[in-house]
């Protein structure tokens, strides 16, 4: 087999020099198998993070475009970085920018999305055999300003550009051996998935595992791209992400996530709920499971967002939409994610039971055809994941 | 007074977000004052040595596409951060890549010359009352690659601006006081020029006067860009580049360049000459000082560029123009910069007697009608530089 496939390797897999070694030996390996390969590769380990902070240093509040300038370096450097080190191996490749890969986005800065790819440098590099090493997280809008995709952003441009291209595969590497029940440095018995749908897929990384971003499952479902999760720093087997076929897959695993929080909003009124939702829309802001009980708004969103939910929000209530809100940012969302729950809410009532039986509180909670979404405190958030893995997977194999 | 005024902060500059903070309040007391500015940024501090140093711990030869992609991201760092800086204080900022700002040059990577300089968004900025931030060093090619200028890059990014623009002046910021007739650090009664004309002061920056570089001034000078050299770092006079006037300058200054080292390269026959300084041109690899005595070149190159010279000059020995060469990297130039030396030889005479009365042995001499460029040991050149320093400017001035 000689097919196309795009490879994406996370900050992790190239934090140093010597672990761009390492990814350069691998994709050595597979160019010298006669595939062709576009590799996407996100900012070296910390880079991005320690470049925000320096824009903290400079100013109070960094314009978008600015910011979205400054991160994109980050990815410039581990993309020259890996191609040198393959050219050192004698293999030819050649770095493009997401500019030069013609990755064209809306104009939204810091969050952008992914309008069309051109690709043309790409396909060019591809046809000379060269293997096209891609930035990942970024693009350009149609006025030719820098953007950059937000989180998730390198996964979603593999995938983009998988499909784009029509590659016979997707590879994500990272640095776990693929999709489990549950996170395995939380949950000892937790089981590695070979093969999983998109659409569980999808409900899990909404929910907070980390492995793969929502979007990007999103992508790879909508234009049928196959899509693996990949250990870059051991020899394992992996996750297939798969159209769903005839197999049951029941519960999925357990997730939890620190990187929310729970936001909740009264309405003046319930026609006020379309401002919310509009607000979210329009400023690409995320919202996991959303609930609307009596003018009441409950929902996830990223606890970093805090400043910008608090001032948009606030021009709600001058608008007179809101009345008030409140973020919770010790509550956060806890979830079963599976493909066998009835929507008639018994369920959601033999979650909240396991919860309680474990000692975990759980207020806000929200079901839906495959998943089951619950906030918990905080600081039990790891228990909570325990006791629901106990009882839904572990004990539905015994 | 409102005009344009084009400004380039080096590396030393901006090495610190402190720093950056400085240059930010420099420039918003300027646009306070009512003028339209554009301001060219190198990379913060050390950054691009780091990043050269991360190439080499990937690759043993990096291709130079991939150095260049690589050396672009400090300056796009460091543009973002003073763009932040500026709308921190309210001030319209707006920061433009090398590509950006339509810099045009050739496709030689690491060494590019500017070919033209489009400017639109430059020009978009300035009309909405924006300072535009301009990446210094880099470019982009015809054929969409990124390039970066070499040596002298950010200056001569500045100056080119400011021709493009038609700039009322171009100011250098850097973190000495102004040009002086000597290194201060190394003469103790070395002074400061308060205006110098554009020739001397190319002689100057060919022979080591670190503070401008010789691309630069030579564009200055075609261009007649009123050019400045400013102290960033605290308030001083500096020093004006001006179009050659009614007065006299002398002997200007004293200058060595450790830099550079002594290539001697033996030809099979005088029209061999034409192989060598193709070479040079070619690869754009800068000669300075060249003199030719019976089939014999000798001349002082970039002491870094030794690798690259010997792989050429080997393949001139193989195509039979070159019978030997010596790299003699333990020899570097000294030079007396001034216009009032006569060609016959009696100038050099006089420096060469003024070194041996100082003990220090000069071999190699070239006199031309605005300097004096010698030989002498890497060990003895402040003594070298002392001594003629003594002679020529403060006995000048007994």
Redesign the interface.
């Known amino acids: 087999m000689s097919g196309l496939i795009v490879q994406k390797y996370g900050g992790t897999s190239v934090a140093q ?1 010597e672990r ?2 390492r990814v ?1 030996d691998r994709i050595a390996d597979r160019y010298g198998r006669g595939h062709s390969l576009v590799v996407v590769v996100s900012a070296m380990g910390h880079t991005t993070d320690e ?1 925000i902070e ?2 903290h ?7 978008q ?3 979205d ?2 991160l ?3 990815e ?2 581990s ?7 393959l ?2 191996r004698g293999i030819p490749a ?2 493009f ?1 997401g500019s ?1 890969s013609g990755i064209i986005t809306d104009g939204t800065h810091r969050r952008a999305r992914i309008r069309r790819i051109l690709g043309d ?1 790409v396909r060019e590099a591809l046809s000379k055999k060269q293997v096209a090493i891609v930035a990942g997280f970024q693009g350009v809008s149609e006025t ?1 300003e ?1 953007t950059t995709l937000g989180r998730g952003g390198s996964d979603t441009t593999a995938v983009a550009l998988a499909a784009a291209l029509k590659a016979d595969a997707c590879e994500i590497y990272t640095d776990v051996d693929g999709v489990f029940s549950a996170d395995p440095r939380v949950v000892s018995g937790a089981k590695q998935w070979r093969r999983l749908p998109h659409d569980l897929m999808v409900e899990l990384a909404t929910r907070g595992a980390g492995v793969l971003h929502p979007r990007s499952v999103e992508l790879a479902k909508q234009f049928n791209v196959p899509l693996w999760v990949i250990n870059s720093l051991r020899q394992a087997d992996g996750t297939e992400i798969v159209m769903r076929g005839m197999e049951e897959f029941a519960v999925t695993g357990v997730t939890s996530d620190s990187a929310k929080a729970c936001l909740e909003v009264q309405l003046t009124r319930a026609t006020a709920l379309s401002a919310l939702w509009d607000l979210a829309t329009r400023h690409q802001l995320a919202v996991v499971a959303p609930q609307f009980v009596s003018g009441r708004v409950s929902c996830f969103v990223e606890r970093d967002c805090e400043g910008e939910w608090r001032s948009h929000l606030q021009k709600l209530v001058t608008d007179g939409f809101v009345s008030s809100y409140e973020f919770r940012s010790d509550w956060v969302p806890v979830s079963v994610v599976g493909d066998r729950f009835s929507q008639d809410g018994s369920a959601l009532q033999s979650v909240i039971e396991a919860l309680a039986s474990a000692g975990v509180e759980a207020t806000t909670g929200n079901a839906s055809s495959l998943a089951i979404t619950l906030a918990v405190p905080r600081s039990r958030a790891d228990e909570a994941v325990q006791a629901l893995h106990r009882i839904f997977i572990e004990g539905s194999e015994a």
Chains 1, 2 share one sequence.
């Open positions: 020099p761009i070694q350069a470049l320096l824009a240093q400079v100013s109070k509040r960094p314009p475009r600015e910011m300038m400054l994109t370096a980050g410039r450097i993309m020259a970085l890996l191609s040198m080190a050219s050192d050649v770095s920018t030069q440098r030719k820098i």
